[in-house]
């Protein structure tokens, strides 16, 4: 998930605040879902938007894009002002870039000649990434400009036994941010704190490493959504597919935590490896009944929800 500001003027991302008009604020070239749960800018909806990237364009590219974030956003009447900030490290866009990841970044069709604010459900440094236009070191540097929180470490007791931490839970998600996000609304609606590794500090450690560092908790929840499609060699037709990512981490977490500690949750119809048994798949079901059956896996384990 991804901001994208378009301005009409050259010296609009000169600088910080920029005002935008509301009805063009998270509302155009956005899907339906992402506008609903961000249009009212509420305090959580604030949030959420401050932690995406954020890409600056002027109109038709007539100058350099810049990559960033969102500090601060305030509501007003007939209009919304962000104040915002560069990523010192990553490099400007040259002119073209953005047109050039066009279906990428899913833009409509004259939505670099337009004014607004969109959302986008896509991976913002993936795409960025794949065109070159930034490198994995200077990805990974900027990452580590974030200040890392408290390491999360189990107590241990005599005779070196761990004590599960359970005011945590461990989150691994694919492209589906909508999900991610909605999965994350629910622990917290339980008083815990949802770990999202993109969400977590680097601080020079690889992605194993991240993972390591931060899934010293007392559960884990794994989010099988249609990310991929894949097949067997010679076949005609493909079957979706989690990412790959995915079903690494759902198998780490598997041998860390112990297979009672970890539900994975399955968005419509996905492929689930079929070499893992006795592991607890729930559906996530648009009546909300995987919520009740996802509490209970976590009260099995001493969590109190």
């Known amino acids: 998930m991804f901001n994208l500001l378009i301005s009409w003027g050259k010296e609009s991302w000169d600088s910080s605040p920029y005002e935008m008009e509301r009805g063009r604020s998270v509302v155009e070239y956005t899907a339906d879902e992402i506008q609903e ?12 938007l401050k932690s995406f990237p954020c890409i600056f364009v002027v109109e038709n590219e007539e100058c350099e894009s810049r990559i960033g974030y969102i500090t601060d956003i305030r509501v007003r009447q007939n209009t919304v002002v962000i104040n915002f900030e560069f990523d010192p490290i990553l490099p400007r866009l040259a002119i073209g870039a953005i047109e050039g990841m066009r279906v990428d970044f899913d833009l409509g069709r004259f939505e670099l000649s337009r004014t607004h604010w969109a959302v986008k459900d896509e991976p913002l440094f993936e795409a960025l990434l794949r065109k070159g236009h930034i ?5 990974d540097a900027s990452q580590a400009l974030k200040e890392p929180p ?3 470490v189990a107590p241990q007791m005599p005779g070196g036994q761990f004590i599960f931490n359970t005011s ?5 998600h694919g492209h589906d941010d909508l999900a991610k996000l909605e999965m994350a609304d629910f622990i917290e609606s339980l008083g815990l704190e949802p770990v999202i590794l993109h969400m977590q500090a680097s601080s020079g450690r690889t992605i194993i490493e991240k993972i390591e560092y931060y899934s010293n908790v007392g559960f884990g929840i794994v989010l099988y959504t249609p990310c991929d499609v894949g097949s067997k060699v ?6 979706y597919r989690a990412r790959q990512n995915v079903i690494f981490e759902h198998g780490y977490l598997i ?15 996905v492929e689930t490896p079929n070499d893992i048994s006795g592991v607890v798949y729930v559906a996530l079901d648009p009546q909300g009944n995987w919520k009740e059956d996802l509490k209970k896996e976590m009260r099995s384990v001493g969590y109190q929800v």
């Open 168 to 172: 945590q839970v461990f989150i691994v």
């Open 135 to 139: 490198t994995q070191q200077q990805l």
């Open 234 to 239: 010679g076949a005609l037709n493909g079957a």
């Open 37 to 48: 749960r961000y249009r009212n800018f509420d305090e959580k909806s604030i949030r959420e």
């Open 150 to 152: 408290p390491p999360v």
């Open 255 to 269: 041998g860390k935590l112990g297979r009672p500690r970890v539900a994975a949750i399955v968005k419509d119809t």
